[in-house]
């Protein structure tokens, strides 16, 4: 079995690895073997091969993250050193990826690295918003109060996340719920009704031709439509991940009917807080236009903002350039130019994405009840054409002998 370990050399230097063995007791002689001072020591727990490549059971969650930044404020402000707090915060985390992370954080800042310049090297655990702002309280000489205002920040993105992602859990569940009961009547229970309707010989409906076309087709070649389906459903996420493709699925969804006045109003909530923050953290303009344009997740509005950070280059205003562009409301164009003329953008900013993710909200609560009746009609059709078709034949068989 393995051991994550965190011990000190005999030089005094903090070191963290894993380390194999039986059991705890000879993973410690062999590290004390080594001439090394245990600090801490504990079991990795094993996982599956065929999950050990899988982000989700060994990547980084976020709210982990939101944990650390404030759990690492907090220690900062009772004057925990850093290499103390960080030891500490490592022995409390349950995650085996993370806490390797913080192991190695404590490591690096122990060897004379700056905290942002270690957390530079794990890009998967800390984005480059992050870094930058961890960067700028640096050196403003409040790093305490950046990783306060990091915890805050990311606790918005995370509530806004859940928001949306809450809401499509239910209709996704009913569809495919329905989805699942119409493949088992197909498979399963029409053949049986098939045979019955054959044997009166009576002209069929449409309606019960199709359905009956529809579950030989499904019994048939159904393993084949789903393989093709998977395949298919594979190659169309590789190639929107990046590139042309990526481009045309961030212009799809910010123009979906209903849902994508949503998306709009996520991104331009994200830029508008992640601006004010960077800018309130200390950043310069330009270096605030290229992590907010790399931190928004939508190419349109990542070009947009690369754009505008260009016309401010050349001695123009954002506003300008977001008037160009319909995706963005004249709204935010009007605000953001009068915080442009009165110097104060930062508090405009920080007004903008307050009122949108207060829209992100209505938004999503209003679609979450106008999905239930649309679903309830859809399924009602669903359910009401399918026994038709099958229940009225049989019906008119029952009512002729």
Known sequence: MKFLYIARTQQGRLQSGEVEAGDQKEALAVLQNNNLVVVDLQKIGRMPLIFKNLTIFGGVKKKDVVMFSRQLATMFSAKVPIIQALTALANQTKGPVFRETIFRLAEDIEGGSMLSRALEKFPKAFSDFYVNMVRSGEAAGNLENSL???????????????????????????????????????????PQL????????????????????????VKNYGIFVAIFLAISAGVLFKLTRKGHGRYILDKFKINIPLVGILYRKIYLARFSQNFATLIKGGLTIMRSFKVVADTMGNMIYRDIVLEAMEEVRVGGEISSVFALHP??????????????KTGQLEKILQNVGTFYEKEVDATVEGLSQLIEPILIIFLGVGVAILVASILIPIYNTVGNM
């Open 148 to 190: 306060n205002y990091l915890a805050d920040h990311l606790e918005k993105e995370q509530y806004l996340i859940r928001k949306v992602t809450s809401a499509m859990y239910y209709p996704i569940f009913i569809l495919v719920g329905f989805a699942g009961v119409v493949v088992v009547l197909l498979v399963m229970v029409i």
């Open 194 to 217: 098939t045979s019955i309707l054959e044997e009166t010989g009576q002209q069929l409906p449409w309606t019960t031709r199709f359905i009956i076309g529809l579950s030989v087709f």
């Open 327 to 340: 995706e963005v409301p004249s709204l935010v164009v009007q605000m953001l130019a009068t915080g442009e």
